[in-house]
């Protein structure tokens, strides 16, 4: 048995950076998940800190734990309390607790992109090309 089969390879590279971002369950998804009102900002959304992008999806941290496969909308700033740069549903595939905070890693699958979403990702990862290779 070949060991190369085993293995789990990236379908994309992934590009590391720290943006803020804010993340609620999907209209679809809200029957079966639900946050406890105390931990919401406003209108259902709970912050987060995304860490990597790629063509693939999102790498998020947060401090509340969503179930796998649950499908969620997140919107990324440019800054803290600046504009909004992309606002996209995304399916979890990964949920990992980083340590005692609590505090959640999560993996995502972006779901459905739209045209004029996948070009503001190709925007973003290659802008993030640029200034990797440059350093």
Same mark, same amino acid.
């Given at each position: 048995m070949s060991v190369e089969?085993?293995?789990m390879v990236r379908r994309?590279?992934?590009h590391e950076l720290v943006l803020p971002a804010i993340l609620s369950v999907a209209p679809e998804h809200q029957s079966l998940v639900r946050f406890n009102p105390s931990i919401c900002e406003r209108d259902g959304w709970v &912050?987060?800190?995304l860490t990597d $992008?790629? &063509?693939g999806g999102l790498g998020? $941290?947060?401090h509340v734990f969503i179930p796998r496969m649950s499908l969620v909308r997140v919107r990324i700033?440019?800054?803290e309390g600046e504009r909004q740069v992309l606002d996209v549903?995304?399916?979890?595939q990964r949920v990992c607790m980083t340590d005692r905070r609590p505090a959640y890693l999560l993996g995502t699958a972006f779901f459905e992109l739209s045209d004029e979403q996948r070009s503001v990702v190709q925007a973003i990862t290659a802008e993030l090309d640029g200034v990797q290779k440059s350093a």
């Open positions: 089969k085993d293995l994309h590279e992934r &912050p987060a800190t $992008i790629s &063509p998020l $941290i947060t700033m440019r800054g549903k995304v399916r979890l």
